[in-house]
């Protein structure tokens, strides 16, 4: 398959997560491989070239002249042209690091454009074009001769090589830069465009290669050393042509994604304000069914499942999911509203930090339940996060027990699980909140309603704290409830179990076919880069 024709079936894919980045990526690597545009015989060849190449001569850098060594490359990355040659990166440009003058005299700088440019990393983040004319700050004739830096022509071409490593622009004049960069002043065998094509072909296999971990950086030796695969210089310019071109088409592409994601957001979210808007008394289950069977043309990827989640319980705790049965009272009205205080049968604040100590943790011992510990309505304990008997003995009151309500009360608002037998006996945490409520209320449903989303807000809106956010109990004792008699409780807890039972199945299939269309994107490319 030719790139023209990848290009015409890329739309089978474009939904993807990262298809346009990977098919950037994918030009960038053909463009290296020769394989982007067709080479012609009156190019010349690219080693004899090399041999006749110069750079120009730089007043402050301790190397003027090209490496002379032509070191064994008889391992090369992979198969070129036979007009091009395997070379290193100082064979074809200058090496130059960066500098950066004294920063507490301020006569060492001025603003960025009115002096000598200067760049940093920070610089080069929010760079659209490739060409790069100055940085936030330039340096004074003071500055850059307190410094290191060296002052570098038009043409060279910036690599950043560290904090990150791998942004790559073009000098639109001459610059300097601070020791973030390891730049490439270019001989005259190689276009200066080209060479930020290598850069941006083979910048992530430079930060792989980078020593460190949390501070990684590329040495000037490193990059010296990097294998260069140099076309003849007519060609080169062809390969830059070509890859402009796709990277315009690739922009187009973007933003057409993007327009049809923002179309079918906006679906989405107007077809969830529909199924939450109209009757407050009508039954929502066809609608609800309706959603989900014309979801297809909606959803793109699992994340968009998590809003009709939302959605769904704030449906079912109002009774709107065909869960009413007449013999119990006339719809709503067979409902009580209550504040919380008066529905609880407990409330049990977990012990405070100083109660548990550092010594007081054992490996195998009976888990804490921490807001950590709370996801997705389960309770997943932590293994380091476990207590012996005797702590256990010690703080007994704050043992749990199955159908216990269990409440996170900093951080998250609203997140809560139910105990179940498995978890009943297990230490109610420093962060947690228990809450327990008679025989007659479902715990279950109470939960649905406790993280639905019109209660996390109403929570999170009365939470106090700076740093960490606490919960503030006498609004959640004040919250008004509205409680179904128990059979239709425990209907509306079995009607979303059902529900979610769907979305995750939907969840499921998203995920499929993300996974089905990443495999078909990654055959397309291997076939085109085979084919080409």
Known sequence: MSAKRLLQTF?????????????????????????????????GDAAAILEQATVPQLDRSRRTALSAEFPDLSEVPY?????????RLNQIGLIIGGGTPPSEDADNFTAGGSGIAWLTPADMAGQAELEVQHGARDLT???????????????????TSRAPIGYVGVAAQDITTNQGFKSLVPSNAVDPRYAAIFFRAFAPAIDAAAPGTTFKEVSGKIVSRLPFPLPPLCEQQRIVARVDELMALCDQLELAQRERELQRGALRAASLHRLTSGDPEADKTMDVRFFLDTSSRLFTNSDHVAPLRQTLVDLAVNGLLGTHDPAEGAGSA????????????????????????????VLGGTPVVNPASMIDGRIVPSPKMTIGPRTLDRLSSFKMRENDIVMARRGEMGRCAVVTAVEEGWLCGTGSLLLRFPSTISAHFLALLIGSPSVRQYLGGSAVGSTMQNLNQSILLSLQVNLPPLPEQQRIVARVQELMTLCQQLEIALESSQEERARLLEALLHESLVNS
Request: glycine share 10%; charged share 20%.
């Open 11 to 43: 739309d089978r894919v474009s939904n993807t997560p990262g298809a346009t980045s990977r098919l950037r990526r994918f030009v960038l690597d053909m463009a290296v491989r020769g394989l982007l545009v067709e080479q012609d015989s009156g190019d």
């Open 79 to 87: 198969e070129v042209p036979d007009s091009w040659v395997w070379c």
């Open 141 to 159: 004739e003071r500055g850059l001769h307190s410094s290191s830096a060296t002052l570098m022509p038009k043409g060279t071409v910036l690599f």
């Open 334 to 361: 067979g409902w009580i509203t209550a504040e919380l205080r008066g529905l609880l049968s407990r409330l049990q604040t977990g012990p405070f930090g100083t109660a548990l100590h550092k010594s007081d943790y």
